[in-house]
Structure formats: structure tokens, C-alpha cells
């Protein structure tokens, strides 16, 4: 099994910045892709972006330029930086793991964490 665990949400003013940490700990798949997905209250949970092994990045277009995802093999940590945020950004953020491939498909990630809420005031 693996396990996750995110930290680094807060409260900011738009146009501030955020990085967000998830801790992976547990079984290691060679191979997987990390992802961030958030879901704001009464709405879907949507892709934001994802990582794969070997550092490949992609991200939904409304944080392509604002937000960064990157990974730390060593610390089996992935990031999200997050800059010039807005209010529309508020929303519990939550990492995901997918053993094989890449999904922009919240149900293709077969771990997640419990999330940290980020909220972005105008």
C-alpha cells in the first residue's frame, strides 16, 4: 500500500503564493505518476496537474504559467508550486498516485491523500 499525506494549505490573498507538499510513503512503483486534483465545494473533483517517473509535466490550462509540479526521488515527495493565485484556486487540493501511466482521470489514481484546503481571498 502506499500512503500519502499533503501539508502546505493555508489561507493567502490573491496573488500570493502556496507550495504544497505530498509525502509518499509505503510500497514504491517504478514508474508512477503523481498528481494534484482539487475540488471546491459543490463541484467535481478536476485534474490540475501531474508528474510522471521520469519528471514529464502536464496541466490543466486555467494554472498553465502560475502553478509548477515537480518531484524529489530522494525525499519521495512531489510539489506544487503555486503562484499568483486566485480566488477561483479555492478549493481542497489533493495528491494522487497511479501506479502505471499517466490519467488526467481522477478515477485511474489508485491512492490518494486527505487533502489540505487552500483558500485564496479577493
Known amino acids: 500500500q502506499v500512503q500519502l499525506v499533503e501539508s502546505g494549505g493555508g489561507l493567502v490573498q490573491a496573488g500570493a503564493s502556496l507550495r504544497l507538499s505530498c509525502a509518499a510513503s509505503?510500497?514504491?512503483?517504478?514508474?508512477?505518476?503523481m498528481a494534484w486534483f482539487r475540488q471546491a465545494p459543490g463541484k467535481e473533483r478536476e485534474f490540475v496537474a501531474h508528474?510522471?517517473?521520469?519528471?514529464?509535466?502536464y496541466y490543466t490550462d486555467s494554472v498553465k504559467g502560475r502553478f509548477t509540479i515537480s518531484r524529489d526521488g530522494a525525499k519521495n515527495t512531489v510539489y506544487l508550486q503555486m503562484n499568483s493565485l486566485k480566488p477561483e484556486d479555492t478549493a481542497v487540493y489533493y495528491c494522487?498516485?497511479?501506479?502505471?501511466?499517466?490519467?488526467?482521470?481522477?478515477?485511474?489514481?489508485?491512492?490518494w491523500g486527505q487533502g489540505t484546503q487552500v483558500t485564496v481571498s479577493s
Open positions: 494522487a498516485q497511479r501506479p502505471y501511466g499517466s490519467s488526467l482521470s481522477a478515477v485511474d489514481y489508485a491512492y
Open positions: 508528474i510522471s517517473w521520469e519528471g514529464f509535466s
Open positions: 509505503g510500497r514504491t512503483f517504478s514508474g508512477n505518476t
